[in-house]
């Protein structure tokens, strides 16, 4: 059994897939200057790893789930030992030229074109195995590749050094059943997207890359943050009940959709929800959220070729704000930067990333970037109850000049005879330790602020939230974090405004009796926590529900 940090609670139980390091990718490269029998000595020991591989997994699947599942593996097994296929990759090695990768590639190519002119479902099916197979080749050639991480087969473990941001924004979410990662913290995106899809995750588990190996059986216990490796059958059927029971728990909390929570003052407490894609929505609805507290417009932009336009913004936020049905709507512009880079803009390296030239500070410095996103907002606006937010402000300036750059671009559209929204309120997230200790002179100008506690405590502290050998210090009750957040909230009531908190500490329970004490007015958090966080409000008798 290995520890970690939970991430996002649930359990889950399957087989591990390692993502491998970026550098092994770099032998998928090898193109030039081929030494054939190396290359043909590669390929034969993919494919015997590959055969090695399949058979754990078969027999595994025999004994677990039942013979009929295993029966796709043994058709695996058969294409890696068939001499026309396999077999012909290899001489198509020595007679094209070609490196092993290559000749992968264009069987599997060649048996598409085939399958391809065939109008028959068996068939068609056969062509998945092909592929899984070829994949599965490849990958065993030149380590990870993003497009595996797009086509996982079912109740896949994901096991990661990391998982960036773009990475998780290619999984097929459908077939992970959990997330493992060496590094990271509980407020790491990784750890954040993994609460947002309601997968189980255990974080900076240190080694968990070395300990385990692609087709080990592992359960993961996202509520202790633990792994169990190839366990025994007594362990397994344990958790299996434990997981029903998690399932039918969460099943219970579901009565709770739909109700308000009042305090004795009479005063509405709102539970929204933290989005990263339009696609989140339904989740976010699911779980009852009374709106949206914060949208990462970020992932719009990450794992593509290019900068999405005007009008794909424009339908990405119309499509949001429509789902919502005038519920409050917080879309937060870019937030690049950090951890979060695009490969297809140009950025500087840095020493200090995450104190460096990202979000807002690159939007002010970018304006021909951050108009597409700011006029895309702002046409999109009439569709729903729409506020801006503008990240990592550390002055009152970044605030005045964003915002004068939201009204060239409502002045713009209007010359173009766009009307946007009259309503739109504009405005921050405290999450820099200035912007807190300037809330008073902030509030008179915004109309809201988020709480970012996930950054605010990095910064306060000192404590890098990706780093889980400093995680003991990343603690979201210390006095220093407290008063910042006591003071925004009180500086933000005193200018007439609301004060929202969309950081990771908006759902923690140890967290939450303080926050209400300081009069925070809502919580944004995962779509999957906002359920179990009302159910500990109410277990307070100071607070009920209303429909
Ligand atoms: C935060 O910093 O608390 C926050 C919500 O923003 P992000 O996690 O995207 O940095
Ligand atoms: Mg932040």
Redo the contacts with the bound molecule.
């Keep these: 059994m290995k520890k970690g940090i939970a991430a996002s609670k649930g359990y889950g139980i399957g087989y591990v897939f390692i993502k491998k390091p970026e550098e092994m990718k770099v032998a998928c490269d090898i193109t030039a200057s081929i030494d054939v029998e190396e290359e043909k000595l590669r390929l034969e020991k993919a494919v015997e790893a590959s055969k090695e591989q399949v058979s754990r997994i078969k027999e595994k699947v025999e004994a677990e789930v039942g013979a009929e599942e295993a029966l796709v593996f043994e058709s695996h097994l058969m294409l890696l030992e068939d001499p026309e296929f396999t077999g012909a990759a290899i001489e198509n090695v020595a007679k094209n030229k070609i490196s092993a990768e290559n000749a992968v590639q264009e069987l599997i190519d060649m048996y598409a074109a085939i399958f391809a002119s065939i109008d028959d479902e068996y068939l068609r099916e056969r062509m998945a195995d092909v592929k899984d197979v070829g994949r599965r080749l490849l990958n065993n050639l030149c380590g990870g590749t993003e497009d595996e991480l797009s086509n996982l087969p079912e109740n896949t473990i994901v096991v990661a050094h990391d998982l960036t941001p773009s990475d998780t924004a290619q999984l097929d979410k459908s077939k992970v059943a959990a997330f493992l990662t060496d590094i990271g913290g509980k ?1 790491s ?1 990784s750890a ?1 997207m993994a609460r947002t899809l309601e997968i189980p995750a255990v974080v900076g588990m240190a080694d968990i890359t070395c300990s385990v190996s692609t087709g080990d059986l592992v359960i993961v216990d996202g509520v202790k943050g633990e792994v169990l490796i190839n366990p025994d059958s007594g362990t397994l059927s344990h958790y299996r009940a434990l997981k029903e029971t998690y399932e039918i728990e969460k099943k219970q909390l579901r009565s709770l959709i739909g109700k308000k929570i009042i305090d004795k003052n009479g005063r509405h407490i709102e539970i929204a929800a ?1 989005i990263g894609s339009p696609e989140d929505v339904s989740k976010v609805l699911e779980n009852g959220a009374e709106g949206i507290g ?1 949208f ?1 417009t970020e992932f719009l932009y990450m794992d593509r070729e290019s900068m999405p336009d005007e009008e794909e913004q424009y339908e990405a936020y119309k499509t949001v704000l429509e789902k919502m049905e005038n519920k409050p709507v917080v879309i937060r512009t870019l ?1 690049i930067g950090g951890d979060k880079r695009l490969k297809y803009l140009e950025m500087p390296d840095e020493l200090n990333p995450f104190l460096g030239y990202r979000a807002t500070r690159l939007c002010l410095d970018r304006p021909e970037i951050f108009k597409i996103q700011l006029r895309a907002l702002l046409r999109a606006s009439v569709y729903g109850n729409l506020k801006i937010m503008f ?1 990592m402000i550390s002055s009152l300036r970044e605030f005045i000049e964003a915002k004068g750059i939201l009204d060239e671009c409502r002045n713009e559209l209007k010359a173009e005879g766009i009307s946007p929204s009259e309503d739109i309120e504009v405005g921050i ?1 405290v ?1 820099i330790p200035s912007a807190a200790l300037t809330a008073d002179e902030l509030a008179k100008h915004v109309d809201f602020f988020s709480i ?5 405590i990095q910064y306060t502290i000192a404590a890098d939230r990706m780093n889980e050998k400093v995680s003991y210090l990343y603690e979201p009750m210390h006095p220093a974090v407290l008063k910042l957040i006591r003071m925004t909230i009180e500086e933000a009531h005193k200018a007439g405004k609301w004060c929202g908190m ?3 500490m908006a759902s923690d329970e140890s967290a939450i009796p303080t926050l209400l004490e300081y009069g925070l007015d809502e919580f944004s958090m995962s779509a999957s926590s906002i359920l179990g966080a009302k159910k500990f409000i109410l277990s307070n008798p100071d607070y009920r529900t209303e429909s």
């Design positions: 407020t995106h954040i933290n914060l990462r937030d990240p997230m999450e970012g506690t996930n950054d605010l969309c950081g990771e």
